[in-house]
């Protein structure tokens, strides 16, 4: 009720960093159509207007190419183009015309690591792959394996400026 009551709200009918906010930005607003869709596959009644509000307003963040900006098409980044496709595929969309050329974007960016947000990163290019290209997929689950086994700790954690707990359960993610 909190995330329909914030999108009702929101002048975007997405979400940032508050309820009450009247701005939105692609990477609140894909964890939160995340959420809604996990809601729905958990049979909790979400209504398709949210869902489909939501990724408009991921599509407005979407440039020519299938990148997506934080908070519009422009200043595309890796980062949140993997969330916007994430969006989509959970959502069943991956007929929708930006999918392709979204998925397009990441295998140009295979290499890209995140250095503010490394495992936020990881989490959701993961599962845009997965559910974007199975060869892309298996491409960067090798490499991402061997990423995260060079960067865990001898106890089994892993680190960042974000905190040893947040990066561990990030990464086993």
Not at 22 to 35: E, L, M, R, Y
Not at 68 to 93: H, M, N, R, V
Request: hydrophobic letters at 35%; charged letters at 20%.
């Amino acid at each position: 009720n909190l995330i329909l009551s914030a999108q009702e709200r929101n002048e975007n009918h997405a979400w940032r960093y508050t309820p009450d906010s009247n701005d939105a930005d692609s990477t609140v607003s894909g964890c939160q159509i995340v959420a809604l869709l996990a809601a729905r596959n958990a049979g909790i009644p979400v209504p398709d207007e949210a869902i489909k509000l939501g990724l408009d307003y991921l599509k407005s963040c979407r440039s020519e190419n299938g990148a997506y900006g934080y908070t519009s098409a422009s200043g595309e980044k890796p980062t949140l183009t993997a969330i916007g496709l994430t969006c989509f595929a959970l959502a069943k969309q991956k007929d929708e015309a930006g999918f392709a050329s979204s998925v397009e974007y990441l295998k140009n960016h295979l290499n890209y690591r995140d250095r503010h947000y490394p495992y936020y990163f990881e989490y959701y290019m993961s599962q845009a792959l997965f559910h974007g290209s199975d060869e892309l997929w298996e491409n960067w689950n090798t490499n991402n394996i061997r990423y995260l086994a060079a960067s865990q700790n001898r106890d089994g954690s892993w680190v960042d400026n974000k905190g040893n707990h947040f990066a561990t359960a990030a990464a086993l993610l």
